[in-house]
């Protein structure tokens, strides 16, 4: 079992209302610091101030500040893929929605994003937090994928969680070029969508190929 999943089954068994709220106090806070001071700003003596938590009740619950911002994470990030699954939908168009909708919770967060981003291309090797952020994201890929392999349209000798983890390594590639200024912000979806579909591309078939080149071809007038 992982830290994060640990921590969440710890954490699952507090069942008081008090606890409960001030579980969500302690990850709304933590996001918080996150987008004002940055990954390395988050210390857990202040998230312990500003939570109005005792510091030994967060060590006690999280272990540490790596897998406390990983559950705060995680739990935005899942809560975002599912409504943005919601309104979408499944397949290539409901992938399609879901990357706009993603991009719209970016520019709502600027700075928690250009934070995670930081986070998911640092040089350390035991990274729980960017674990997770691949985890999550590949996991959304996975499942779109599968669904096309079951329609048929997916090119058989595809490994599906291959792509699914190259995928999640663009999306955040891309954003991380929007993060330093590289890209405009009103192009972040359509270069993300963009470079989604030409994976796709080279590994779809039937009526989903046909669709693909459909969406490329206006993407790409729309970057050009």
């Not at 996150?34 to 988050?42: L, N, S």
């Not at 938590?53 to 990983?70: D, H, M, P």
């Not at 979408?88 to 928690?112: F, H, K, N, V």
């Not at 981003?117 to 994928?145: K, P």
Request: charged fraction near 25%.
């Amino acid at each position: 079992m992982s830290r994060v999943s640990a921590a969440v089954q710890k954490r699952s068994s507090y069942a008081s209302e008090s606890m409960a709220r001030r579980r969500v106090r302690v990850l709304e806070e933590t996001r918080k610091l996150i987008a004002e001071a940055g990954y390395d700003g988050v210390t857990m003596r202040l998230l312990a101030e500003r939570s109005q938590v005792a510091s030994a009740t967060l060590y006690n619950i999280y272990g540490n500040k790596e897998t406390l911002i990983a559950s705060a994470v995680s739990e935005l990030l899942e809560e975002q893929i599912e409504r943005g699954r919601q309104q979408s939908g499944g397949g290539l168009e409901g992938e399609i929605t879901r990357i706009q909708w993603i991009a719209d919770e970016i520019m709502r967060m600027p700075e928690y994003a250009r934070a995670m981003v930081t986070v998911y291309f640092s040089g350390s090797a035991d990274n729980i937090v960017r674990d997770l952020l691949r985890r999550i994201t590949s996991t959304n890929y996975a499942r779109m994928l599968d669904a096309l392999k079951r329609d048929g349209d997916l090119l058989p000798w595809v490994n599906v969680e291959l792509v699914a983890s190259e995928l999640a390594n663009h999306e955040y590639a891309v954003v991380h070029d929007w993060a330093v200024g590289q890209l405009p912000s009103e192009q972040l979806a359509e270069r993300q969508k963009y470079v989604m579909l030409l994976t796709l591309g080279s590994i779809t078939q039937g009526a989903t190929a046909d669709a693909v080149r459909k969406h490329l071809q206006a993407c790409q007038s729309n970057l050009l």
